[in-house]
């Protein structure tokens, strides 16, 4: 039984630029034509070249494979591709072209916002994300004390989210994606919000759930001590394209 729990074959993600309801070749093509239609007496060639520059290619062609149980870096600079590939992963969005096979069910904490009903409050939005991983309601109650111990918001827990601090959220939503049942854990840098204490201890609470039962984790930071810390090895990002994957450990 194979052991890879990711794999990306020649994924790609083109968007439209000044566009909000771009992000699919076919919208883009579709618009192109339309265009040629109206403007039939104008130049073919400039329409092309304009088209073409009106493109932009978040991820290029990327492939790559990630095993069960991996700690996975993905790094790069502002604009490198890394939300693009995370919001694919989580299934946020749809690529463009290539496909992703053997994913696992996902727990995602992206950005502060994400994921939780601002109106529900912090033990709502606790089923309401175990739902949505498929598990039941018994199944949820039984991870209730450890979410809530780890996430330590006194009483808070009756309270609206929308009421929260950005630290109370973040430390509500990563205790909720390290406990309920997913194979894979993606962690944006969302983390950062949070204080160093607690940093520490999400860290830690991702290395031991890696190793005992097994969870991958997808992690993005520019903090080079983090990552060397944290993760097995990194995918690096640059302008939509892998740059040789990097062993650390």
Known sequence: MSDIVIRAENLSKVY????????TLSNDLRNFYISKIKNRSSNYSEQRNNFDQSLFWSLKDISFEIKKGERIAIKGENGAGKSTLLKILSKVTTPTSGRITGLGRIASLLEVGTGFHPELTGKENIFLNGAILGMRKREIQNK????LEFAAIGDFLET???RYSSGMYVRLAFAVAAHLESEILIVDEVLAVGDANFQRKCLEKMISISKEEGKTILFVSH??????????REIILNHGRIVQPVQVR
Not at 16 to 23: A, H, I, L, M, V
Not at 223 to 232: F, P, V
């Open 144 to 147: 209730l004390d450890a979410i």
């Open 160 to 162: 609206p989210v929308k």
């Open 223 to 232: 903090d080079n001590t983090t990552t060397k810390y944290l993760c097995d």
């Open 16 to 23: 439209r630029k000044g566009e909000r309801n771009s992000g």
